[in-house]
């Protein structure tokens, strides 16, 4: 594991140092993290490198997990999805359950830190039991912004018993009465999906992948899912192939919760028939070397979503110095500033004239891959995520 | 302020004690979907949240300037697609007003009169709506001291760049010195008037904190060159 010294030639110039002053204001206090998962998942990744570099900043920082039944967490799941605005039967048998595993999960865990932080919505009814110490504060990873509001209504009245919520994009945000912040999730720039490759490892990594280095790559990291819409990467494919000798890779797994992905899978495949330049790679989830050569080998970047988180594969690519196109959706339009640091396109003709655009301009595609890699320097690592915890713990350490 | 001949360099009484800051961002809890709810959103919200869109706008835009320099004027030449109030807005100095209502009173006319030209209300059709935010800002004190113009600039070249934000930003706005804090300690403790001069007149339209603090460096350089030669 990375240490906070290995990140200082990486960061902006300061920024090391700069959080030691900024942890001064929260030094030995205790903050616990309790999430659903320690393994897999974008929140345990980001929680276990956060964890050793708060700790290095003097903060005691810990983090434990809340066991439940698998019913618990089928429970949990359709949660997810309401919640994320899929219609789902949520029944009262299923509220009272998961009310229940929070209530056995509150009895064995100890909630003794200056703050509490819960990931998400499966633990969220443990603040029925919190005690008069200590901050309590709510981080939703997952976009909220139309919940089927049955499902909401009822974790709104937990919410509301905390001391402050986090969201990862304003239009996620509800209307609460209590603080809501905004923090953007972060890359670990130290991480084997973005560290730096040497090119007898990036060209090891792409044989192995039987990705030919003989054309320009265009390049998306995803899914195989309708709101990456793969299929519209293919279109803009063709539209751009007329007048560029281009080779197309589509790189991503299955998520095995997801049923539908085998059938979007199979039009993915139907569509690209039998063109040899379009590459369609099944990736297991730990491919995270795999990725990171696939995003330095790419000439342009990808992830045309019509629907999106935040879309972090976008900060991964920039910080590769890609231009990425990416669709109007989520984090993505937060990332990527109109010209400046990319394109936020909104359909396959958009995507297809900014593929042609940069490849007709080289220099654009240098200049517009330097800026987009300061701006994630600035704004989406590891660092900045952590001085955001820092100046939260200390904004609410002042707060009654 | 004493002349230390073996530094060749002025010497302040007091030192110039550099803090930086942290932006906490925080959801004001409005939005806007067209531009008269924009409109009606800046003449109620907190002038906190006028600050957030119009100068702490720097602060998260420190090595690379956004096509347009408040989020007003982004808002509406990207998201609503609105280019003409986007030209609008984006020509606004904010550091021309001489407080917040001031120029939220110049923003609220400007829409104004914007949507007095049209039949209808430009609205958000494929992108985001505006979401008001503001800022806590929490002061970091970073230990760094600074006695003469050489240690200052040397100081100046390696800290966060939020330095230069608080100290000229948050210190000219927020915290009413008017002069912003590099100036005045130049001017006070090192009596170099025309060097805080140059600094207090710096421009801080469409540019970076980066920028800033490479012009405030230059400046120092020329003084120090000219104090070298002699």
């Avoid at chain 1, 560290?195 to 044989?207: F, H, K, N, T, V």
């Amino acid at each position: 594991m990375n240490r906070l010294d290995d990140y200082r030639n990486v960061v902006p110039k300061g920024t090391i140092d700069f959080l030691k002053c900024l942890a001064e204001q929260v030094k030995g206090k205790k903050i616990l993290h309790i999430n659903s998962t320690k393994l897999g998942g974008g929140v345990a990744e980001m929680l276990r490198s956060q964890l050793l570099l708060l700790q290095d900043l003097g903060v005691d920082a810990q983090w434990q997990i809340i066991s439940g039944t698998e019913a618990f967490f089928n429970i949990t799941k359709s949660f997810h999805n309401a919640l994320q605005g899929q219609e789902q039967h949520i029944s009262q048998q299923m509220l009272q359950a998961y009310l229940e595993v929070n209530r056995e999960n509150a009895q064995r865990l100890s909630f003794d830190a200056d703050y509490v932080v819960i990931h998400d919505p499966q633990p969220a009814a443990l603040i029925e039991s919190r005690s008069t110490q200590g901050k309590w504060v709510w981080r939703c990873h997952i976009d909220i912004s139309r919940p089927q509001w049955k499902v909401w209504s009822f974790l709104k009245q937990f919410v509301v018993d905390y001391d402050a919520a986090i969201f990862s994009l304003p239009r996620f945000a509800q209307r609460l009465p209590i603080p809501q912040f905004l923090i953007f999730p972060s890359i670990d720039p130290l991480s084997d999906k973005n560290r730096d490759l040497s090119p007898q490892e990036q060209s090891q990594i792409l044989r192995r992948l039987n990705v030919p280095a003989d054309k320009p790559i265009l390049l998306q990291v995803s899914r195989f899912d309708r709101f990456k819409d793969p299929l519209g990467v293919i279109q803009a494919y063709r539209l751009v192939k007329k007048h560029h000798d281009v080779q197309l890779v589509l790189a991503g797994g299955g998520a095995t919760d997801d049923p539908e992905g085998e059938t979007v899978l199979s039009e993915v495949r139907e569509a690209a028939r039998d063109d040899p330049d379009i590459h369609i790679l099944l990736l297991p989830p730990d491919a995270n070397l795999e990725i990171n050569a696939l995003q330095r080998a790419a000439t342009i970047v990808l992830q045309k979503s019509l629907r999106e988180g935040f879309g972090l594969t976008v900060a991964e690519a920039m910080w590769k110095g890609k231009p990425v196109i990416g669709g109007s959706a989520g984090g993505i339009t937060v990332q990527l500033v109109y010209g400046v640091t990319g394109f936020a396109v909104n359909s396959v003709e958009g995507a297809a004239f900014r593929i042609h655009y940069l490849l007709d301009n080289p220099e654009m595609m240098t200049k517009i891959g330097e800026d987009a890699k300061e701006y994630v320097r600035q704004n989406f690592l590891i660092t900045r995520h952590l001085g955001d915890w820092l100046a939260l713990m200390s904004y609410l350490g002042r707060t009654n | 302020m004493w002349y230390d001949v073996t530094m060749g360099s002025r010497i302040a009484e007091h030192p110039f004690y550099f803090t930086g800051c942290w932006e906490l961002r925080e959801m004001a809890g409005r939005s806007a979907r067209d531009e008269q709810q924009l409109l009606e959103a800046i003449e109620e919200i907190p002038l906190d949240s006028l600050h957030f869109h119009t100068h702490s706008f720097f602060l998260r835009h420190l090595y690379i300037a956004g096509p347009y320099p408040n989020d007003f004027a982004t808002w509406a030449a990207i998201q609503v697609r609105d280019r003409v109030l986007g030209e609008k807005l984006g020509i606004l100095d904010p550091y021309d007003f001489e407080n917040l209502e001031a120029l939220r009173t110049e923003i609220v006319n400007i829409i104004d009169e914007h949507l007095s030209q049209l039949q209808i209300i430009p609205r958000v059709i494929y992108g985001e709506p505006f979401h008001f935010m503001q800022s806590r800002i929490i002061e970091v004190p970073t230990g760094l001291e600074a006695r003469s113009l050489t240690e200052f600039r040397n100081i100046l070249a390696t800290v966060d760049a939020s330095v230069v934000y608080y100290h000229n930003f948050e210190a000219i706005l927020r915290l009413g010195r008017r002069k912003g804090d590099f100036a005045l300690w130049i001017e006070e403790q090192l009596d170099l008037p025309e060097l805080a001069r140059k600094i207090s007149r710096l421009g801080f339209y469409m540019t970076t904190l980066e920028s800033i603090r490479h012009r405030i460096i230059k400046l120092c350089d020329e003084v120090l060159e000219k104090e070298t030669r002699g």
